[in-house]
Structures are given as C-alpha cells and as structure tokens.
C-alpha cells in the first residue's frame, strides 16, 4: 500500500482545500497584476489626453488672437476683438444648453434599481 492509501479522508479533504485555496490565491495575484497593469496604461493614455487638451487649448487662444487680428484690418481692434468674443460666447451658450439637454436625458440604472427591489421583495417573502 502507499502513502496516499494510508491518508484518511480528512486529511485528503485538507489537502484539497488547500489546493484550491493556493489556486484561488494566484488568480487574484494574477487579477490584481492585471487590473494594475491595466490602470498604467489609463494613466499614461489620460496624461496624453490632458496634454493634447491643454495644447488644444492654447491652440484655440492663438487661432481666437489670429481672427481677431485679422478682423482688425478691416474694423477697429477693439470692435474685432468683441466680435470674436461674442461669437464664442454665443457658441458656447448654445454648447451648453445642448449638453443641459442631453444630461436631463441621463437616468440612473433603473433596470438594476428594480430587479433588486424585487430581489428584497421575493427574499422578504421566502422569510414569510
């Protein structure tokens, strides 16, 4: 007879347990490496993001300087660069209610919010 013959139930119940146990560990290290390799690569993509966002920004600044100057030769500065003001103003007025509107047409999960309604309900009516 060999050893694992000799082993008792209990033993082999222990010795599968920890098995599983030593298995569950290494896929959540695996998960954890994974999750944080993942966030590396969202933080390098969202510094690119920001930066090409502050560059666009500066961008639009000098592209707004450029107009106005350019309207300059044909009004006073003063009355050009007004001009270019209130055009982006009123394009930013009508971005904004655009984006109001499409916000007001943001709901929650409510699809979620009422299966688990009705998840209480039915483990309400098991406890009856």
Known sequence: MTDTQHQSMADILREAIGHIQEIV?????????EVQEQ???AKRAGA??????ILALYGGGLLMAAIVCALALVVAAWAAA???????LLAAFGLFKAGRSRI??????EKTVQTVREDVQW????RR
């Open 82 to 88: 007004l001009i270019v003001a209130f055009v982006c």
């Open 48 to 53: 690119m993001f920001g930066a090409g966002g």
């Open 104 to 109: 007001a047409a943001v709901h929650g999960p």
């Open 123 to 126: 483990a309400q009516n098991q």
């Open 39 to 41: 966030t590396d690569k």
């Open 25 to 33: 560990r290494s896929e959540f290290r695996l998960a954890k490496t």
